[in-house]
């Protein structure tokens, strides 16, 4: 048996805004029956920690938190009950492992609509106070607590950890994404907005489900680069062009009709209506990266005429996360997945790492707690 401390160091945020905090959080002694207790071994940064860390999140957190949230970690013990993943794999202490938010299985989101991700009674990592039971819910920290209800999915062997904490969140964000849409057809142009992880991720997927063409549409050019590079067929700088040209750009690959589908991942509001612009007539538009508060007017009338369908995500049910794990696993020699990750930092320079991340200096930079 490894020995377990007492307290796990952790990046805590205790005023919106303020230098995040490094402090010693209690490591529960107990653990509930199906809950595991996880050494983190990485954690990678998201924009969401960064708008979390500002309070400009639409939803409301109460503080103090546990910053991070898209973390891998492996199994240090686990309470009673049964000792197997969420498809079924046999758990074992050193097994790596991601874990999803809980959903209650109880209440009318999670067994009438269907629809685990709105669970009413749903605990998020990184949402919850660490100053109650069981404390650790954030990624940046040394250790995880995986609640009982959570979904916890083995990292196959052959996914890194960097790869494995991005799953956790950006590319599960985007499987839940693909099936919110009903998957992609072959004959389907797909748009996709914004060149940030998950842009670059939907990028790969899209390519891969076998669409006809993807369009990214984004900056810097580094980034298009790496969309290019991940499958994308064309890519168009949100800098060097026009609202109006990049709408020309998607008619002209698309007999005029405009994108069957376009997934929005940029968190502009303005983006909003562009997408509204470069959809054709029946198409679909999913809209995943809308999480800040930001407000946008837009003409209602195009829905209509338009006959679109638009199609919120949030987040992703557990069955996103074994999708991500094992699409990272197949494609991980054919997609350059590495060429995303940007700087390793250490738990102490995490105010550095997200100084960056806020300005944009960084893709996907990890954490190692
Ligand atoms: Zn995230
Ligand atoms: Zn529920």
């Not at 996914?159 to 964000?173: D, K, T």
Request: proline content about 5%; some cysteine.
């Amino acid at each position: 048996m490894t020995h377990i401390p007492s307290v796990s160091r952790a990046a805590v945020v205790r005023n919106f805004g303020d230098p995040i905090l490094i402090e010693e959080v209690p490591i529960p002694s107990e653990l509930e029956s199906g809950a595991i207790l996880t050494r983190i071994e990485m954690c990678s940064v998201c924009g969401t920690d960064v708008h979390l860390w500002q309070g400009s999140l639409s939803t409301k957190v109460e503080l103090p938190v546990i910053l991070g949230h898209e973390m891998v970690g492996r199994i240090v013990t686990m309470g009673s009950g049964p000792q197997r993943d969420t498809v079924g794999l046999p758990l074992r202490i050193g097994d790596r492992i991601t874990w999803s938010h809980t959903s209650c299985n109880s209440c009318f989101f999670c067994t009438v609509a269907q629809e685990p991700t709105l669970c009413q009674n749903a605990r998020r990592y990184m949402y919850e106070r660490m100053d109650r039971f069981p404390y650790l819910f954030g990624g940046f920290a040394e250790y995880g607590y995986v609640l009982p209800e959570a979904g916890r999915v083995r990292v196959p062997d052959n996914v890194s950890n960097e790869l494995a904490s991005l799953s956790s969140c950006a590319l599960r964000s985007v499987m839940n994404a693909i099936d919110v849409l009903d998957g992609i057809g072959v004959t389907e142009v797909v748009v996709v907005q914004g060149a940030g992880p998950l842009g670059l991720l939907a990028t790969a997927v899209a390519k891969v489900s076998g669409a006809r063409r993807v369009i990214t549409i984004g900056a810097p050019d580094a980034r298009l680069a790496i969309a290019a590079e991940f499958g994308a067929d064309e890519t168009i700088s949100v800098e060097q062009t026009s609202p109006e040209e990049r709408t020309e750009r998607v008619r002209a690959a698309t007999s005029g009709r405009g994108a069957d589908i376009v997934m929005e991942f940029t968190g502009h509001p303005q983006a909003f209506n562009e997408g509204l612009d470069l959809i054709r007539r029946g198409g679909r538009y999913v809209v995943v990266g809308q999480l800040g508060s930001g407000t946008t007017t837009f003409r209602p009338s195009l829905i209509v005429s338009k006959q679109l369908r638009i199609l919120g995500s949030l987040s992703g049910r557990a069955k996103a996360y074994w999708k991500a794990l094992d699409f990272i696993s197949m494609h991980k020699d054919t997609i350059p997945f590495d060429h995303m990750i940007s700087r390793h930092y250490r738990l102490d320079e995490v105010n550095t790492a997200m100084d960056r991340m806020k300005k944009y200096a960084e893709i996907k930079p990890v954490i190692e707690p």
